[in-house]
């Protein structure tokens, strides 16, 4: 067993008592690092957050749950005219509205409804509108399907997925359509042969939606 000896050859004890005094002041300095809160980049103080313990039930508040968000279904329309705005309709001019010549017309037992703009002497010129409830899985199919064997062309305007094609009538020289929008599980879908009036479709979805 090893004993310290008494004496203190060459200032050990001087040494030993530096070194206890550097580490007394070291600890002091960590101490007063470690009481200080950190600061920001760009050297501002960060105020301290307030500790969880010492806050009272009351200023813990509970959280206040979200409503949950409802979609309300757009109410299928049931006048062809009034989902046309004036500049529209002016350009339908005299057109007949669902001659009984063209069958059924109006709004069908599941709410659909056809718009069939026609006059019956004419050989061609007209259109025929269907509004329609259809949902986004067999819309999209649909639409997706004209693109890929009919080569029709689709783009996203106004919330929703409008495509389009036109072409010349095989019989008649003039050009024939199909127009087709479809948003919010409402598909508006159009037929026409030399009858196009500027802003139709458009006209319809800012009724509809908007």
Same mark, same amino acid.
């Given at each position: 067993?090893? /004993? ?11 040494? &030993? ?5 550097? #580490? ?6 960590? /101490? ?6 950190? !600061?920001?980049?760009?050297? +501002?103080?960060?105020?301290?957050? =307030? ?10 508040? +509970? =959280? ?11 109410? $299928? ?6 989902? $046309?705005?004036?500049?529209? @309709? +002016? ?5 007949? %509205? ?12 599941? !709410?659909? $409804?056809?718009? *069939?703009?026609?006059? =019956? ?12 409830? &259809? ?7 649909? @639409?997706?399907? %004209?693109?890929?064997?009919? !080569? ?24 024939? #359509? ?9 598909? *508006? ?7 196009? =009036?500027? #802003?139709?479709?458009?006209?319809? *979805? ?5």
């Amino acid at each position: 067993m090893s /004993v310290w000896p008494v004496s203190d050859p060459a200032g050990y004890g001087e040494r &030993m008592n530096a070194r206890l005094a550097a #580490g007394a002041a070291t600890l002091v300095l960590l /101490v007063a690092l470690t009481g200080c809160g950190a !600061g920001a980049p760009d050297g +501002s103080d960060v105020a301290p957050s =307030p500790s969880a313990t010492n806050a009272s039930p009351d200023d813990t508040a +509970s =959280p206040t749950p979200s409503p949950t968000p409802t979609t309300t279904a757009v109410a $299928l329309p049931t006048d062809c005219r009034a989902i $046309l705005s004036e500049d529209v @309709l +002016s350009q339908l001019g005299e057109t007949p %509205l669902n001659d009984a010549a063209f069958g059924p017309s109006g709004v069908g037992d599941d !709410g659909t $409804l056809t718009c *069939i703009w026609r006059d =019956p002497r004419a050989d061609t010129t007209g259109l025929v509108t269907t509004v329609s409830r &259809m949902n986004r899985g067999p819309a999209l199919d649909m @639409l997706n399907a %004209l693109v890929a064997n009919e !080569g029709f062309s689709c783009f996203t305007p106004d919330g929703g997925t409008r495509c389009e094609k036109t072409w010349q009538d095989p019989q008649y020289p003039v050009t024939d #359509g199909r127009t087709l929008f479809w948003r919010d599980d409402i598909l *508006i879908d159009t037929i026409y042969s030399n009858l196009a =009036p500027t #802003g139709y479709t458009s006209s319809i *979805i800012a009724r509809l939606f908007d």
